[in-house]
């Protein structure tokens, strides 16, 4: 009997996190106006039940915010305002929230280069971490950052020892910054304006120029700086070209956006998701259609098999998408397609994926006279990706996206916490206490 019953608390627990979102609702949760920030152009993060982003300009100096969104109590505050002087100008890259510390990057600003930045989450103890200087370490960081243990990993789109963009490392207090790599512009890419991802000791990114075709490139490098190899360069074709996103990682696969090539019956080249094995092999790509979307500029998320991103162009009204499409290739639909009457216009930032809800920003607004919104995106598609399977006296749950971690708790209602070293498949044996399971997106 404990056995029965402890696999029906678990699957009653997963219906009630998987149940699909009833009906599609857009929300502006934020209207951003100058004075509180304007051009968001980064992806979100959540810390607790904050969310926290950058705009591009606005702010008392017009040299942009960090600012949280509080989910519980709908309160909006500027965590930072950029003065665009020595702590830096422009940030439009997502943020890493590590404890109660954010890190990011200005595009410009301090020495003229842009900047490393930290900033307590309640806006006290704002520090420089890093200035760039516009040689060989690099310049113009566009893209957010990637931490691992104390180090920060990030590229630049210029600067480098050829002029074409750079890799580079620095620890978090500042110290031992070094060059990882330079692109040369040649064969091996150039302008890098995406975050990298990490699998083992590997970094994974794309090259918005450059490439074997001169139409951008997948990469891969050591994180101490060696073994960079092209993994796949565009042709501008079918395939895309200029890929100005991050990758997301699932198995041996990377997927991703390319913002140009594709030329969809000849009617324009409005860009394409692509997926490619991480030793080059394998690769497919498919073509968005104005209708879905055109010109993606920013990553994907991935739940269960279906991913999910943003488009800055196209739609119904032109003013952009948000789309999906299955890792197989199937299912290349249109989720919403933005109005600029009220939600926003020209999604430049990716989706954050937080409690069955997609969040995100657009960087215009045009109809109302805003500079960018925040939106929450509710739609029937939206699951949490978790299977159980019972196996004689052991239940096993699986899941197929790493962006969720593995939470139980004693009732339904919590406290829920993370599940020592859980990765999917998890077994564990269908007796004892009984226990709820989730998924909760780190």
């Not at 990057?105 to 900033?119: M, R």
């Not at 639909?333 to 930032?349: K, L, M, Q």
């Not at 929450?376 to 096993?396: D, E, F, H, K, R």
């Amino acid at each position: 009997m404990k056995t029965s019953f402890k696999l029906f608390c678990l699957v009653t627990a997963l219906l009630a996190v998987t149940s699909a979102v009833k009906g599609q609702t857009l929300t502006a949760l934020v209207n951003f106006s100058g004075g509180n920030g304007a051009n968001p152009q980064a992806t979100l993060v959540v810390a607790g039940n904050t969310l926290y982003g950058t705009t591009y300009a606005g702010g008392v100096s017009n040299a942009g915010t960090v600012f949280a969104y509080n989910l519980s109590n709908g309160a909006f505050s500027n965590v930072y305002t950029f003065t665009g002087t020595s702590d830096g100008r422009g940030p439009q890259s997502s943020l890493v929230a590590a404890g109660n510390i954010l890190y990011g990057t200005a595009e410009s600003g301090a020495l003229g280069f842009g900047t490393v930045f930290a900033v307590n989450t309640n806006g006290s103890g704002f520090t420089n971490v890093y200035s760039f200087r516009g040689g060989a370490d690099g310049s113009d960081p566009a893209a957010g950052l990637l931490l691992i243990s104390n180090v920060l990993y990030g590229t630049t789109f210029l600067g480098g020892e050829a002029g074409e963009g750079a890799i580079f490392a620095v620890n978090t207090n500042g110290n031992g910054f070094s060059n990882l790599y330079s692109f040369t512009g040649g064969n091996d890419g150039a302008n890098p304006e995406a975050p990298l991802i990490v699998s083992g000791n590997t970094l994974y990114g794309t090259a918005s120029a450059g490439g074997s075709h001169s139409s951008g490139a997948v990469f891969r490098i050591n994180v101490n700086g060696g073994s960079f190899s092209n993994i796949y360069s565009f042709t501008g074709g079918s395939d895309g070209a200029n890929p100005e996103a991050g990758l997301v990682l699932a198995g041996t696969t990377l997927y991703g956006t390319a913002n140009g090539g594709g030329d969809f019956e000849g009617f324009g080249d409005y860009g394409t998701v692509f997926s490619v094995n991480t030793n080059g092999g394998g690769f497919s790509s498919y073509l968005f259609n104005y209708t879905v979307g055109a010109n993606p500029q920013a990553g994907l998320i991935l739940l269960g098999g279906t991913l999910y991103g943003t488009a800055a162009g196209g739609g119904g009204p032109g003013y952009g998408t948000v789309f999906q499409i299955n890792t197989n290739g199937s299912g290349f639909t249109n989720v919403y397609s933005f109005t600029d009457d009220g939600d926003g216009a020209t999604p430049e930032a990716g989706l954050l994926f937080f409690g069955n809800t997609l969040y995100g920003t657009t960087q215009a607004a045009n109809n109302y006279g805003y500079s960018g919104t925040v939106f929450a995106l509710t739609s029937p598609s939206l699951t949490i990706p978790l299977n159980i399977s019972l196996n004689g006296s052991q239940v096993t749950l699986s899941w197929s996206s790493s962006i969720f971690s593995l939470q139980s708790a004693p009732a339904v209602t919590g406290v829920y916490s993370n599940v020592p070293g859980a990765t999917s498949p998890y077994t564990t044996a269908a007796s004892g206490k009984v226990k709820f399971f989730r998924l909760r997106q780190n």
